[in-house]
């Protein structure tokens, strides 16, 4: 990507987080609390054609119906401003950032894929649109060690220590059915599986690209152009392709899984 490129793609980002900060501003007003970012913005490996724009809003108290339909139908515009992969946010109360509690109530999610759903009837699925989520356990981890607070103050004062457990059960729950997954999503399980084993055996928090950084170095030399490959493919524009059958995508995560369950 040439310098041009990459600045253009700066300054695409920050309309669209500016956009999602004026919107949080506007609907929730001293409700908010705050408006942080992970994912790969956070890491600094983001890829317009491979990542989507991670973030959670914090309020202090729950949002109305109204502004969960305004909030929804802001995203969507905003969308549209968006890489392919999207937005993927999570509202969540104060509360339950300062006080953790696993799995982690949540009061809206908006991705991909809620939008048909958003579609077909806005005002039920906002009604109906909350719950738990042992994926904010992960979320909340990223954002305490490597997030970015677009509004509101920093993170160490919002969000309080996400205990080990919860969040190694956590992304253990995100690779959990990697055998059947690895097929259809090669780059986003390879790339897991390394950075859930990297937290296994050394306790670090990884992006999945650093992931592949660590499985290169740490796992059985045999896997090293399958994560080589899937980094590679990770931050570029290129499609994960290999001359290879399903077999050794299925050794790759039969054996990654038995490291990281069987510990």
């Given at each position: 990507?040439?310098?041009?490129?990459?600045?253009?793609?700066?300054?695409?980002?920050?309309?669209?987080?500016?956009q999602i900060k004026a919107t949080c501003m506007d609907i929730f007003s001293t409700n908010l609390v705050g408006i942080y970012i992970h994912g790969s913005l956070a890491f600094g490996c983001f890829n317009w054609d491979k990542?989507?724009?991670?973030?959670?809003?914090?309020?202090?108290?729950?949002?109305?119906?109204?502004?969960?339909?305004?909030?929804?139908?802001?995203?969507?515009?905003?969308?549209?401003?968006?890489?392919?992969?999207?937005?993927?946010?999570?509202?969540?109360?104060?509360?339950?950032?300062?006080?953790?509690?696993?799995?982690?109530?949540?009061?809206?999610?908006?991705?991909?894929?809620?939008?048909?759903?958003?579609?077909?009837?806005?005002?039920?699925?906002?009604?109906?649109?909350?719950?738990?989520?042992?994926?904010?356990?992960?979320?909340?981890?990223?954002?305490?060690?490597?997030?970015?607070?677009?509004?509101?103050?920093?993170?160490?004062?919002?969000?309080?220590?996400v205990p080990k457990a919860n969040y190694l059960d956590s992304i253990k729950h995100d690779i959990e059915n990697a055998v059947v997954e690895i097929v259809e999503n090669p780059i986003y399980i390879i790339l897991n599986l390394?950075?859930?084993?990297?937290?296994?055996?050394?306790?670090?928090?990884?992006?999945?690209?650093?992931?592949?950084?660590?499985?290169?170095?740490?796992?059985?030399?045999?896997?090293?152009?399958?994560?080589?490959?899937?980094?590679?493919?990770?931050?570029?524009?290129?499609?994960?392709?290999?001359?290879?059958?399903?077999?050794?995508?299925?050794?790759?995560?039969?054996?990654?899984?038995?490291?990281?369950?069987?510990?």
């Open positions: 990507m040439c310098v041009k490129e990459l600045k253009s793609l700066e300054l695409q980002i920050q309309k669209v987080l500016e990542s989507d724009i991670d973030f959670i809003i914090v309020t202090r108290l729950s949002p109305t119906l109204q502004e969960k339909e305004k909030l929804v139908e802001d995203l969507l515009k905003i969308d549209k401003m968006c890489p392919r992969k999207g937005l993927e946010m999570s509202l969540v109360l104060e509360e339950y950032c300062h006080d953790f509690l696993y799995p982690t109530p949540f009061e809206l999610h908006f991705s991909n894929a809620h939008k048909q759903k958003f579609f077909e009837n806005l005002s039920e699925y906002c009604a109906h649109m909350n719950g738990t989520d042992k994926d904010l356990a992960a979320h909340f981890t990223i954002i305490k060690q490597s997030g970015i607070a677009l509004y509101g103050e920093k993170a160490d004062g919002v969000f309080g220590d390394c950075r859930v084993l990297a937290y296994i055996k050394d306790d670090v928090v990884l992006s999945k690209q650093q992931g592949a950084y660590w499985g290169l170095e740490n796992i059985p030399v045999k896997y090293a152009r399958l994560i080589d490959k899937a980094e590679e493919s990770y931050r570029s524009a290129e499609p994960f392709s290999m001359d290879i059958g399903d077999a050794l995508l299925t050794d790759f995560s039969g054996y990654m899984l038995k490291q990281i369950f069987e510990r």
